[in-house]
């Protein structure tokens, strides 16, 4: 995040001072629904699937990602996923490796 404060510094030099500010980017998703929750925030109405859809797929990356982080942050997650469980998996393929 400094790199590209000083990118934005220098392109926008002159014309406007802003900063970015990145609270979670040093931390883990599930700190992230646990802020979120803390505020009440509406994780029904968010989304993080790649593939689209009117459901999660619960199978690429993010849904892989965000199913895990609910969990460990032991928050319920109202999301609906195509493959519910298949996170699990994914994540103890991952831990084996």
Known sequence: TQSFD???GAALDGYADVRLYTPF?????ADIVTEG??????????WSCYKGG????????TCVERREAFDLAGVADPTTYEDPDFWKAAVA????N
């Open 37 to 46: 929750a803390r505020v009440a925030t509406p994780f029904a109405d968010t």
């Open 54 to 61: 009117e459901n999660h797929c619960g199978r690429c990356g």
């Open 93 to 96: 393929a991952a831990e084996a």
């Open 25 to 29: 980017v040093h931390r883990s998703k």
């Open 6 to 8: 000083a990118m934005q």
